[in-house]
């Protein structure tokens, strides 16, 4: 799980059995709270610039702690995570293409979902099948989720499963009620195991999904099996006794050669 911050405070998961999160100080060596600057803002017309490899399921999360948090998660600084959903116990309530949009990505992750639909909905019942539940969830459905999504869903519904989450101590996304997220989902392409996401804290959900068309555009689907060949070239230099120095030596020798950035 890559996880890189300025933020004053960053999420740390407790062990399964505790199912809760807690706080932990995390800064900069100067003590700057301050983002950095992306480099893709810099230089976006660079392919380069863009790439993201990394596995699976990406949230951001914010940098305040659930049982502390009164005002939007865009007021404090974001982390990205990323992490394999394999067996991660995910909660989904909502209706409509918001919720299907949801399903459809988490089930892309390889997430375990049980899907929540007070109403009757075809094209999220023919989604979920049998994972789906035709009510709200309550408390008791809480028990074993590690994370809750919430999404086309009125604003009173959501308010009070957003705070349901937070008592139980998972951290909740509200999808376009950022006074009502503790993370936010990017907009995310799938090229094989090579991940781009984009995010704009939550703030402005249009631009991400522009961003994420033209990556769509810059990165093809041939980028997931350049990737695995690059994996394949390492593995073996690996196998050679070759350190870490020598292995990014290697790769960059190895992607000259391809011509991919040229």
Not at 186 to 196: E, N, S, W, Y
Request: hydrophobic share 45%; charged share 25%.
């Amino acid at each position: 799980m890559p996880i890189s911050s300025p933020a004053s405070n960053a999420w740390v998961p407790l062990p399964a059995a505790r199912r809760r999160w807690r706080p932990c100080a995390r800064r900069s060596p100067t003590g700057s709270t301050s983002p950095k600057k992306s480099s893709a803002a810099r230089s976006p017309s660079a392919a380069s610039t863009w790439v993201r490899s990394a596995i699976r399921c990406p949230i951001r999360v914010a940098s305040s702690p659930i049982s502390s948090r009164a005002g939007p998660a865009a007021t404090s600084s974001m982390y990205p995570v990323v992490f394999p959903p394999a067996g991660l116990d995910v909660l989904l309530a909502g209706a409509g293409e918001a919720a299907a949009r949801r399903l459809d990505g988490l089930d892309a992750a390889g997430a375990t979902v049980r899907v929540f639909c007070p109403q009757g909905d075809d094209a999220l019942a023919r989604a979920a099948g049998a994972r789906l539940t035709a009510r709200l969830p309550e408390a008791a459905d809480l028990a074993g989720a590690r994370l809750m999504l919430v999404a086309g869903l009125d604003d009173e519904v959501s308010a009070h499963l957003a705070a349901l989450a937070r008592g139980a101590g998972i951290p909740v996304n509200v999808e376009d009620r950022l006074a009502l997220c503790d993370f936010h989902v990017p907009a995310v392409v799938r090229r094989g195991d090579l991940l781009l996401t984009v995010s704009t804290g939550g703030t402005a959900p249009g631009l991400a999904a522009r961003l994420r068309q033209r990556l769509e555009r810059l990165f093809g689907p041939e980028w997931g099996e350049r990737l695995a060949a690059l994996a394949r070239a390492r593995a073996a230099w690996k196998a050679d006794g070759a350190d870490m120095a020598a292995l990014r030596r290697r790769t960059r020798e190895w992607l000259d050669r391809q011509g991919w950035f040229d």
